[in-house]
Structure formats: structure tokens, C-alpha cells
């Protein structure tokens, strides 16, 4: 089957059902009493979904809560894997013809954060997001340097508030790190094969903006010409507070 092609067994868990009334029913299921469990199987609603999934064994009051972990890895499977084998083997082929399946049933450990979420992500340090921020002045290049240092202060206002976010804690901490990623990239956790391109950062001297812009697609952060001198440092770091604590309610974690 589908697990099988992949090369490992699979952990399936009711956390991973997106049925609402499946999974209200695999809870129930599961944290019943022997009485309640006997009470659920005679209803006709979950004869009706075992019968469906494949469950052939006959259930009455007599059925004993021993069958309970086959009940449930049952309704799981059918749920999680049969329900799907059709874009299972899709995926599976799709891997196979890159070289990817073959690496999967190889280094099943080593490959999962490619394909599977953390419960736990991984920590992200303040070097790690610094990595993938990249200045952008075409005044380097143009030679017009009557703002080039403007711009180069501010972007090393930039690198200190990335540490900043890091090294802060308790009370004293507005942003973290985390936030900080989800308002550059839209992602609280880098990506196991990291991001596609650097964050083009740059300084709009023309922009009336007060804070901060992202664009999570380019993705590029553009900031106002302002807060450009070295004492500045505790301006910069409210504005950012600003943006990245007011950008919450827009952006979802990937």
C-alpha cells in the first residue's frame, strides 16, 4: 500500500483527521469506558462508518473493549490512508521519478523534516535570520552615496534589532524572533531546504510611510528613510515593534 511504498509504517493519530465528526468520534472512541465504548458500537451511526471502512467483524453489546485499538487504527487507516491512496501513489510515484522515494526508504529519520511539521520547531537563531537578509542600495553601484550611509545605518539598526529580538525576554520581550521571521516571511520556522531567495531589504527615501512595508512574495522589507543616525537604535527598534506587533492579526503561521 501507499505506507508501504513510502518504506516506513506510518504513525497515524486522531490530531491528523480533518473530519470534525470523524474525529469527535475517534475522541469518544478513545477515552470512553468499556460500558460507553460497548454503547457507542451499537449505535447505528458507527456501525454504519466501521462498516464503511472495512471493519468486517460483527459488533454487539458482547463486543469486548479489546478490539478497541483495531477499531481505531481501522477507522485511521481508512480515514488517513485509503481515503487517499489515489494521491498517495501520485506523490509516491512523483518521488520516485526524481530519486526522492528511494532516499525516503533509505534515511527515513533524516528525510521526515522535509515532508513533516515539527510539534516542536526547530530554535531559529538571530545569525539564522540575519543570513537571509540582503542590503539593497543601487547607490553603491550608481555612485550617488548622498544617502548611501544613511541607508547602511539604518540597515545595521536592522541587524541589532534582529539580536535584540533574540537576547530579549520575560516582560521585556515585545517581539521575538519567531514574530519577527513570520513578518519577513510569513513562515515562523525556516523551511528544511531554507527559502528560495534572500529578503531584499532596502531604504525608500521617496516613501511617505511611516512604518516598515513587507512583501512576503518577493520577498523584500522596505524601510522609511527615517531614525538614520547611530543614537537613533531605540526609535528604529519601536517603529519595528510597530510593524511587526500590528502585522499579527494578518499573518498566519505556515
Known amino acids: 500500500d501507499s505506507a508501504a511504498r513510502l518504506g516506513y509504517e506510518m504513525d497515524l493519530s486522531i ?3 480533518s473530519d470534525p465528526f470523524l474525529k469527535g468520534l475517534l475522541e469518544k472512541l478513545s477515552s470512553a469506558s468499556d460500558d460507553e465504548f460497548r454503547q457507542l458500537l451499537s449505535e447505528d451511526s458507527v456501525t454504519s462508518i466501521l462498516s464503511s471502512s472495512g471493519y468486517c467483524r460483527p459488533l454487539n453489546q458482547s463486543s469486548s473493549a479489546q ?7 481501522c477507522l485511521l487507516y481508512n480515514e488517513i490512508i485509503l481515503r487517499r491512496k489515489a494521491e498517495l501513489d501520485q506523490f509516491c510515484d512523483g518521488l520516485s521519478s526524481l530519486g526522492v522515494l528511494s532516499l525516503l526508504r533509505e534515511h527515513p ?14 530554535s531559529v537563531g538571530a545569525e539564522d ?10 547607490e553603491e553601484k550608481t555612485k550617488k552615496a548622498s544617502n548611501l550611509h544613511s541607508y547602511q545605518q539604518i540597515f545595521q539598526h536592522l541587524i541589532a534589532y ?3 529580538c533574540h537576547a530579549q525576554t520575560g516582560e521585556a520581550l515585545k ?10 516571511t510569513g513562515a515562523d520556522q525556516i523551511p528544511a531546504s531554507g527559502f528560495d531567495r534572500p529578503i531584499s531589504v532596502c531604504v ?7 512604518l516598515p512595508t513587507v512583501s512576503t512574495c518577493s520577498p523584500s522589507l522596505s524601510l522609511p528613510l ?23 492579526d494578518f499573518y498566519g503561521r505556515m
Open 226 to 248: 527615517r531614525f538614520d543616525k547611530e543614537s537613533d537604535f531605540v526609535d528604529f527598534a519601536a517603529m519595528m515593534d510597530e510593524a511587526v506587533v500590528g502585522s499579527k
Open 204 to 210: 525608500s527615501p521617496s516613501s511617505s510611510a511611516c
Open 15 to 17: 490530531r491528523d483527521v
Open 162 to 164: 534582529v539580536h535584540r
Open 175 to 184: 517581539v521575538s524572533l519567531s514574530d519577527l521571521l513570520i513578518f519577513l
Open 129 to 138: 535570520v540575519i543570513s537571509l537578509l540582503q542590503p539593497f542600495f543601487p
Open 67 to 73: 478490539e478497541r485499538p483495531e477499531i481505531l487504527r
Open 109 to 122: 529519520i533524516g528525510m521526515k523534516g522535509f515532508l513533516v511539521g515539527h510539534n516542536t520547531p526547530p
